[in-house]
């Protein structure tokens, strides 16, 4: 660092300031080629009617809006960015949707640019939080208003519908022309009402009719949907539109699986007093291929999953839809986790790195959930309030071990017919080095620790003499009982002060561990993916 600044300054004349230009170039350089560039379409495509491809063509068309209309709330002037002359810079924006660094904290990368206004462009750039609180208004914690200047240079709310009129008329209008083609009558219902909550921004109706549009073969998500970007008050909701393609096959397996679980919650590796909830079989789950994504779900790190809608109130009156997403997990697979994994477990295992598990441990992830314990069999009131403060480590924690758990029951029972389980737990323990790349501070990444600790403590693995991962399959499987059998023990008697003072020893990275990280890194192994539309 400072041998690159003496070289920088010392050296006066054209020469050193190219050198010193070129490399600030290869470092953006470096940080485009971090996103792995993944090329999206579906086999599911060739199952699809003329009617279909133009309903589709339409909601991209749509979908582009909502990349534009993201832009101008997370940044403003796009061009300002397309107009850099650095090509990496260039790009890097477009990942980033602006001139800050998502997977950095926001740290920006262009010359004279700032910190990102924690506002984003939902609030005047000079607002504070102090004027923000002292602004008298009921609409301006509204998840869609952005606040404005008025003529006095006070402030104003604006409802989406007023501030992004043109573009949400635009966007209405091709959502109504395939409301007029789709032949699926939840689809059109769900796009009719969508357009109408477009104009009025309220999208109760619209989340309602979308929980009950259940057997189209095409979805679209569609709207100002999440609050992360706003970091003032985490209240207004960024654009953004994913394109999906269910995959009928792959979900009514995984109804069937769901219609399993109170027999899989019998196999529980627990004392029979842990185990007499029923769970749920009626779980909204299904698989899709996402064939498009733009705004707000396509800046920096892309997501595998979808629970949906958030309003409270369509939870309560219809619960929520998952959403699978296959080949996005294909592609993270693929692009991140297998080369990890070549690059940590001993070459004679690597057969056993299968995209396929991947799938199925994720997706029994969320099954997991809804399994095991929910109140405590000693008085101490639901698993949540007895846990407190440690509920959501172990809640993943549970999530994680159950689900590889079932995985391996449900290839014993050959109902899951693709891989063994040599594939599954191989694929676990390479994607526990992936979870923890970029630390472990969430309640996932302290989960993911003292799963990976456990394992190893308890002989799931250890090194061969080059240092890579030797798995033992007979004592991994012990190990999955053992933990899920210990997670239940400390859910179901509600155990604070053990949950809390063994989370503190085994939640953390350790030293073997931290080097693979460090080895993982200098590997160029890339930190996300991000999206060529090839359809
Ligand atoms: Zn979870």
């Known amino acids: 660092m400072n041998k690159a600044i003496i070289l920088c300054t010392a050296a006066a004349g054209m020469a050193a300031v190219v050198a010193c230009k070129s490399n600030a170039d290869s470092n953006l350089q470096a940080k485009v080629d971090e996103y792995a560039v993944v090329e999206v379409s579906s086999p599911l495509l060739e199952t699809l009617s003329d009617k279909d491809m133009q309903v589709l063509n339409l909601f991209r068309s749509a979908g582009r809006i909502m990349d534009d209309l993201f832009w101008q709330q997370t940044f403003g002037d796009k ?71 008025d003529g006095d240079g006070g402030l104003k709310c604006v409802w989406y519908h007023d501030e992004y009129k043109e573009e949400l008329d635009q966007v209405c209008r091709y959502l109504e022309e395939a409301a007029s083609i ?127 809608p958030n309003d409270e109130r369509v939870h309560a009156a219809k619960g929520t839809r998952r959403l699978q997403l296959y080949n996005s997990m294909k592609a993270k697979f693929g692009k991140i986790l297998l080369p990890i994994g070549r690059l940590l477990v001993e070459p004679g295992q690597q057969k056993h790195l299968r995209d396929e598990a991947f799938f199925w441990n994720v997706t029994f992830h969320e099954v997991a959930h809804g399994l095991g314990v929910k109140e405590t069999v000693n008085g101490k009131g639901s698993v949540d309030e007895a846990l407190g403060t440690e509920r959501t480590t172990w809640e993943e924690a549970k999530a994680d071990i159950l689900g590889l758990f079932m995985v391996c029951k449900l290839i014993d029972m050959n109902e899951i017919p693709l891989i063994t389980k040599e594939d599954a737990i191989t694929t676990y323990i390479a994607g526990l080095v992936r979870s923890v790349r970029f630390g472990s501070a969430s309640s996932h990444g302290r989960a993911n620790m003292m799963c990976y600790n456990f394992m190893k403590e308890h002989g799931a693995f250890t090194r061969n003499k080059d240092g890579q991962y030797h798995i033992d399959y007979e004592k991994a499987l012990q190990a999955i009982d053992d933990w899920a059998a210990l997670i239940l023990k400390v859910q179901a008697e509600g155990d604070y002060e053990f949950a809390k003072e063994y989370a503190a020893r085994n939640a953390v990275i350790p030293e073997a561990l931290s080097a693979d990280i460090a080895n993982v890194n200098a590997h160029d192994i890339p930190r996300d993916i991000r999206f060529d539309f090839v359809w």
């Open 182 to 308: 789709t032949e699926n009558e939840g689809l059109k219902n769900y796009l009719l009402k969508r357009v109408k909550a477009f104009r009025t921004d309220d999208y109760l109706e619209s989340d309602m009719a979308w929980m009950d549009m259940k057997d189209s073969k095409i979805d679209i998500v569609i709207g100002p949907i999440e609050n992360y970007d706003d970091k003032l008050n985490e209240s207004k909701a960024a654009y953004e539109c994913f394109i999906l393609l269910k995959d009928e096959e792959r979900s009514a397996d995984l109804a069937k699986y769901v219609s399993m679980l109170p027999e899989l919650q019998k196999m529980l590796p627990c004392e029979p007093e842990y185990k007499t909830f029923v769970p749920g079989t009626s779980s909204d789950l299904n698989v899709y291929d996402a064939i498009y994504y733009s705004g707000d779900c396509n800046a920096g790190s892309k997501t595998i999953a979808i629970n949906l």
């Open 79 to 149: 061009s300002l960015m397309e107009g850099l002359a650095d090509p990496a810079a260039r790009d890097f924006a477009m990942i980033n949707y602006g001139p800050w660094d998502r997977l950095d904290d926001n740290a920006p990368f262009v010359d004279g640019y700032g910190p990102k206004p924690l506002g984003a462009n939902y609030y005047p750039s000079d607002i504070t939080a102090e004027e923000f609180a002292a602004f008298d208004d009921p609409d301006k914690n509204s998840l869609y208003t952005v606040l404005r200047r």
